[in-house]
């Protein structure tokens, strides 16, 4: 309940607009550790364009002697929580002129420049799982677990405080990226209680990414106000529970055309071929992660036998019913963890599809 006063205390300071055109910026960034960072300023203007917002630094802690890493505004979009004015402001990271940590937005931006004609777009399943303070699943027993289901599919898009659990935070995030400009298309809860999943896109080429790391943000934010923790651990539960997962959606103006089953069926190919180069580029430990999660029996490819499917939720690739019915659109990899870098993994899949790297 403290909590609750502390929000009615906050909400009588969100009209105080700055005076004049300052404005609020707070800079998103991703760090060493492949976390979602902000950092907030000042600005004595509106900036009216991307450029106009200044380039700044943040302190990394690896290298106390050269610790500064240069913030480079890429995108932008309005803040949900300080509103008015202020933005969110999506940052690539560069130390000494040159990218670093496991932010990869350059090199994927560099992959996806050269082959631009193809028009790569993809979109994002982002799973997560809300927990309580000392980091129990949020509000299942404190002793046993809920109902093991007898049927896998028991708790995906259930309704109900037996099945869905967390759904304020879920809806306060959808509600919040609309407001932002994020391009999010829904949201579900999972297979697992207090597990939830929102999608992201379809965005053409690197801003996938900038869009997937403000949707991060936007969530952090929120767990905050609900006082809740998320993780996006690819297995943050033992048991026969659903690993967390990020599916990743893609589509090249080819495969969206007229006939573009056939291309779809050449990219599935060229994937089939390149299993090791995908799985390491599919969570931010080269693979590690994701291993825990793949084992789990529910819903999960199984990625030591490359595998596709129509409509399968069990292959790595799934080719949607209706993409199928139509003979054209996109597919879905399913291996993705949910804490992938999403640069990394578009940086993957158009060197794949695109560039035969
Ligand atoms: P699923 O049935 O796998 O759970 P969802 O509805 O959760 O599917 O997610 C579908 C995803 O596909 C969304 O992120 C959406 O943005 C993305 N998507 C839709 N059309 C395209 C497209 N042409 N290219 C790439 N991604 C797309
Ligand atoms: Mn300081
Ligand atoms: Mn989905
Ligand atoms: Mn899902
Ligand atoms: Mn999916």
């Known amino acids: 309940m403290d909590h609750l006063r502390l929000q009615q205390a906050f909400d009588r300071y969100l009209d105080l607009a700055p005076d004049g055109k300052k404005t609020v910026a707070t800079y998103i960034f991703v760090d060493l550790m492949n976390n979602v960072c902000a950092k907030a300023r000042t600005l004595d203007f509106e900036p009216k364009s991307l450029e106009e917002y200044p380039l700044w630094t943040f302190g990394v802690g690896d290298d106390l002697e050269n610790s500064d890493a240069t913030l480079t505004p890429v995108a932008v979009f309005k803040d949900p929580f300080l509103r ?15 990218p670093f940590g496991p932010n990869g937005r350059a090199a994927c931006k560099a992959a996806i420049d050269r082959c631009a004609d193809k028009k790569i777009m993809f ?17 299942w027993p404190k002793y046993g677990q809920p109902k093991i289901p007898a049927e896998t ?31 999010i ?50 297995r943050p539960i033992d048991g026969p529970w659903t690993g967390t997962g990020c599916h990743v959606n893609v589509s090249t103006e080819e495969m969206r055309s007229e006939g573009g089953m056939t291309h779809i069926m050449e990219a599935i190919k060229k994937l089939s071929l390149k299993t090791a180069e995908h799985l390491a580029a599919y969570d931010p430990n080269g693979g590690k992660d994701n291993l825990r999660r793949l084992d789990a029996a529910m819903f999960c490819p199984n990625v030591k036998d490359f595998s596709w499917g129509v409509a399968s939720r069990s292959a790595a690739i799934r080719i ?21 870098n999403p640069y990394m993994v578009a940086h993957r899949m158009t060197a794949t599809i695109c560039l035969d790297e």
């Open 84 to 98: 008015g004015r202020s933005k969110l402001v999506v940052c690539d990271t560069s130390r000494n002129g040159k």
């Open 153 to 183: 599919a028991y708790y995906i898009c259930g309704v109900g405080i037996d099945r869905a659990r967390g759904r304020a935070l879920s809806d306060a995030h959808y509600l919040a990226c609309l407001y932002a400009g994020i391009e």
């Open 320 to 340: 949607p019913r209706l993409v199928s019915d139509k003979g054209c659109g996109y597919f879905e990899d399913r291996r993705p963890s949910s804490n992938c």
């Open 123 to 139: 979109g994002m399943e982002q799973e997560y799982t809300i927990l309580d303070h000392d980091g129990h699943p949020y509000r």
């Open 185 to 234: 298309t829904g949201t579900n809860s999972e297979g697992t209680p207090s597990q939830w999943e929102y999608q992201i896109g379809p965005c053409e080429g690197v801003s996938i990414g900038d869009h997937m790391l403000a949707a991060r943000y936007v969530l952090w934010r929120c767990s905050e106000d609900f006082d809740v923790l998320v993780t996006f651990d690819p």
